[in-house]
């Protein structure tokens, strides 16, 4: 694809950062994180990558625009309005849950940059074919983006984010995982000898069962772990412990994390190298998938960034 169609984002202000710690020292483990969450800052870090196809798409066949859908605190709506404002796209967004007499500053963002908003109950919500049926004559022309950005399109975009880097530096990638999306491009990008570990920030009662499984699964590769114990209580759950760990973490790094992917990723990544999960001389690269809307969520002197 042509870079210069799409100006507004420059993907070369990605960069690695090295993390250093005792307990990567005495392991004599290397961890570097690929700062996506700088690209750009509403089009944050992964969103960018799974939405770049479908951009295109619209671009090519002469689509009205997009429609997508998404919950109040949304890192995919915030980058999908932004990133049709600047390519001179309409979009629309179904959102979860009715309309609050006070919005999320999210969905204020979303509505500032010109993304129509139409919001339906969580029941409706939850099945987007009838909702796309219901709404079908103010649909016309517009090209459909799934929730998250969970399609071809965006496992294919971000299988592109590990030609950032020279992945042969690395042994293990890891990542945050919503719908699975970023990680199974990740895995689709590695080679046979490289690990990528996900971390779910959804609970996962029976991983055998899980659908996320079954979708990783389709690659019919089996170079990756999905990790389900960093999830405190479910998706979009915290607990003090993490929003701790994120200030201190904020406070040594210099890299803010949010409470729904990457505050979790982060706190897991610290334990599983204490737990030995890793060999000793292990490289790793942390991918920071961005997206702080999570965290407009908290009580404003919750997090010191
Ligand atoms: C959306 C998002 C994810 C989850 O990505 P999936 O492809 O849905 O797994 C991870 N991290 C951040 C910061 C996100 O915004």
Request: aromatic share 10%.
């Amino acid at each position: 694809m042509n870079a210069d169609a799409f100006p507004f984002i420059d993907i070369t202000k990605a960069f690695l950062q090295k993390l250093h710690h005792e307990s990567f020292r005495l392991r004599e483990i290397e961890v570097e994180v690929l700062r996506l969450d700088v690209i750009h800052a509403q089009i944050s870090g992964n969103k960018w990558f799974k939405l770049k196809y479908h951009l295109q798409r619209v671009l090519d066949s002469g689509r009205k625009g997009i429609v997508t859908f998404g919950g109040a605190y949304s890192n995919h709506l915030l980058a999908t309005a932004a990133a049709c404002k600047h390519a001179g796209l309409p979009c629309k967004a179904f959102v979860r849950g009715e309309l609050s007499s006070t919005p999320s500053r999210t969905i204020l963002d979303c509505r500032d940059l010109g993304m129509e908003l139409v919001f339906v109950s969580r029941e409706k919500f939850r099945n987007p074919d009838l909702l796309i049926q219901e709404y079908c004559h103010e649909l016309t022309g517009y090209h459909i983006v799934p929730e998250g950005g969970c399609s071809v399109e965006g496992v294919n975009g971000s299988a592109e984010i590990l030609s950032l880097i020279n992945k042969d530096m690395f042994d293990y990638f890891i990542c945050s995982v919503g719908t699975g999306t970023m990680m199974k491009g990740i895995v689709q990008g590695t080679g046979p000898s490289q690990i990528t570990v996900g971390i779910s920030s959804l609970k996962i009662a029976d991983l055998r069962e899980s659908k996320i499984m079954s979708f990783l699964n389709e690659n019919s590769r089996t170079n990756f772990d999905l990790v389900v114990n960093y999830h405190f209580g479910g998706y979009g759950k915290h607990t003090r412990q993490l929003t701790e760990f994120m200030n201190a973490f904020y406070v040594g790094s210099g890299i803010p994390t949010d409470i729904i992917y990457t505050g979790k990723l982060f706190f897991g990544l610290m334990d599983l190298i204490q737990k030995d999960y890793f060999p000793r001389h292990a490289r790793i690269c942390v991918i920071h998938s961005g997206g702080l809307q999570g965290n407009r969520s908290l009580p404003d002197d919750t997090l010191c960034y």
